[in-house]
């Protein structure tokens, strides 16, 4: 299909568009995205798309994408269909289904979880109105939760024959990876620090270098497009930023 690719996101943090926009910008391919726009324009074209159209469903929320009159949501189903495009899905003739599996458990543990530290009540109510909730969910997140995933994705890395999460093939999980890494050394870098101390998560910290080197990551991260994390999934608290017991 010739028709440019759209991202339409909201503006002001990098958000689950995140991911996205890295694969994106890894393979070089073209694309506009309303999270340039000024913040009420890029939530008038979020809401727009929401409603449906050209043949499309209502979605719940953003991130959308189109391509053409295709229009489809959630970070993992768009990074699903984007992969095996842009060349992002390993080699092999299921390895979609191994990406998507890695993709949805970093998703999961490492994004869904960490933004559930500052929420632990309700997505409704604001921080403050949560924050002792929140300061044991983070506490315990960072003794039993941290640990358990970084130790997962080292064990993921041990068990390739090459630098990345499906051995020499780079695809769009070890993005999601990094992504997830970096929002967590943004929102819990005392624990982050002591957890890469440790030496038990070695290979996970030396993946999160390798992809920030990476010649079109480097230039995105660098560049304007590159959004400052705030007040979306990955939000800083000092209150929070605690290490394990």
């Known amino acids: 299909m010739a028709a440019p690719y759209e991202l339409i996101y909201y503006g002001g943090v990098p958000g689950r568009g995140e991911h996205i926009r890295l694969v994106l910008e890894e393979a070089g391919s073209p694309y506009s995205d309303t999270a340039a726009l000024p913040f009420d324009k890029s939530r008038e074209a979020v809401t727009t798309v929401l409603e449906g159209q050209q043949?499309?469903?209502p979605y719940f929320a953003p991130p959308t994408f189109r391509h053409g009159d295709l229009i489809i949501s959630q970070t993992s189903n768009i990074l699903l269909y984007l992969g095996p495009k842009l060349g992002l899905a390993g080699q092999g003739e299921n390895d979609i289904y191994r990406v998507n599996a890695l993709a949805l458990t970093a998703l999961d543990g490492l994004s869904n979880e960490v933004h559930d530290c500052h929420h632990p009540?309700?997505?409704?109510l604001y921080y403050e109105e949560?924050?002792?909730e929140s300061h044991r969910r983070s506490k315990e997140w960072v003794k039993n939760r941290l640990?358990?995933?970084?130790?997962y994705w080292e064990k993921v890395l041990k068990s390739t024959e090459g630098p990345w999460l499906l051995g020499s093939s780079f695809t769009y999980a070890d993005l999601v990876v990094f992504q997830c890494v970096d929002g967590v050394l943004f929102a819990f870098p005392k624990a982050m620090s002591q957890a890469k101390q440790s030496g038990k998560y070695d290979r996970v910290f030396q993946l999160w270098e390798a992809v920030k080197a990476r010649p079109n990551i480097a230039a995105y991260l660098s560049s304007e497009r590159r959004q400052k994390y705030d007040w979306g999934i990955y939000r800083y608290y000092p209150e929070?930023?605690?290490v394990a017991d």
């Open 240 to 242: 929070n930023d605690v």
């Open 55 to 57: 043949g499309n469903p």
């Open 130 to 132: 949560q924050k002792e």
């Open 121 to 124: 009540i309700a997505v409704e």
């Open 147 to 151: 640990p358990k995933h970084l130790g």
